[in-house]
T-cell receptor
Framework: NAGVTQTPKFQVLKTGQSMTLQCAQDMNHEYMSWYRQDPGMGLRLIHYSVGAGITDQGEVPNGYNVSRSTTEDFPLRLLSAAPSQTSVYFC?????????????FGPGTRLTVL | GQQVMQIPQYQHVQEGEDFTTYCNSSTTLSNIQWYKQRPGGHPVFLIQLVKSGEVKKQKRLTFQFGEAKKNSSLHITATQTTDVGTYFCAGRNTDKLIFGTGTRLQVFP
C-alpha cells in the first residue's frame, strides 16, 4: 500500500492564480481531511469528509473548496491564491470517526504564494 | 468553536532530562490522540486515549487523559536526541479532529 499520497510536493503561485492540491489514499478509508500548518499555529483543519459525496467545513475553510467523488480521492482547490495561503498542506485519512481511528498523513505540499 | 491549546510552545532540554507537554481543550472530548512530527516530516500517530483518567505508557513515554476529559499530558523520561520533534495532541468532539498548537522539543546532547 502506498498509504496517503499528495501532489505536488512543492508549488509556487502568483496572487490570484488557482490550483488543485491532489490527495489520494489506497487504504479504503472513509474519513479524509485537509490541514494547513503554519509556524506557531499547529495544524488547522480546513475541510473534511466522512465519506464519498459528503464534505464539511473545518476551522479555516475560507478560500478553499473540496469535493469527494470517490473514496480514494480528496482534492483541495484554491480558488484565488493569496499570500496568506502560503503554508504546508497535509492531507490525512482514517477508517472513520469512531473511537479507535488513527490519522494517516501524507507527506505534505509546501505552497508559496507570491 | 472547539479550541485545543498546548503548553509550552517550545522546550529545550539536556539529554537525559525529563520533558512534559500539556494539552487543554475548551470542550469535553470523546478521545484524545498524540502525534509526533520530526523536522521536515509529517505527523505520525503515537497513541489514543479514550477513558476518563486513562494512563498509557510506551517505553519512556507516559500519556494521561484527565478525569474531565478536557486535558491531557505527555511525559518523556530521560530524553534522547531521537525524541527531537514537535508533539501534537488532537482532540475529537463529534466528527472533527482538532489539533493543538504543538510543543517543539529540542534535545541537546
Amino acid at each position: 500500500n502506498a498509504g496517503v499520497t499528495q501532489t505536488p510536493k512543492f508549488q509556487v503561485l502568483k496572487t490570484g492564480q488557482s490550483m488543485t492540491l491532489q490527495c489520494a489514499q489506497d487504504m479504503n478509508h472513509e474519513y479524509m481531511s485537509w490541514y494547513r500548518q503554519d509556524p506557531g499555529m499547529g495544524l488547522r483543519l480546513i475541510h473534511y469528509s466522512v465519506g464519498a459525496g459528503i464534505t464539511d467545513q473545518g476551522e479555516v475553510p475560507n478560500g478553499y473548496n473540496v469535493s469527494r467523488s470517490t473514496t480514494e480521492d480528496f482534492p483541495l482547490r484554491l480558488l484565488s491564491a493569496a499570500p496568506s495561503q502560503t503554508s504546508v498542506y497535509f492531507c490525512a485519512s482514517s477508517t472513520g470517526t469512531g473511537y479507535t481511528d488513527t490519522q494517516y498523513f501524507g507527506p505534505g505540499t509546501r505552497l508559496t504564494v507570491l | 468553536g472547539q479550541q485545543v491549546m498546548q503548553i509550552p510552545q517550545y522546550q529545550h532540554v539536556q539529554e537525559g532530562e525529563d520533558f512534559t507537554t500539556y494539552c487543554n481543550s475548551s470542550t469535553t472530548l470523546s478521545n484524545i490522540q498524540w502525534y509526533k512530527q520530526r523536522p521536515g516530516g509529517h505527523p505520525v500517530f503515537l497513541i489514543q486515549l479514550v477513558k476518563s483518567g486513562e494512563v498509557k505508557k510506551q517505553k519512556r513515554l507516559t500519556f494521561q487523559f484527565g478525569e474531565a476529559k478536557k486535558n491531557s499530558s505527555l511525559h518523556i523520561t530521560a530524553t534522547q536526541t531521537t525524541d527531537v520533534g514537535t508533539y501534537f495532541c488532537a482532540g475529537r468532539n463529534t466528527d472533527k479532529l482538532i489539533f493543538g498548537t504543538g510543543t517543539r522539543l529540542q534535545v541537546f546532547p
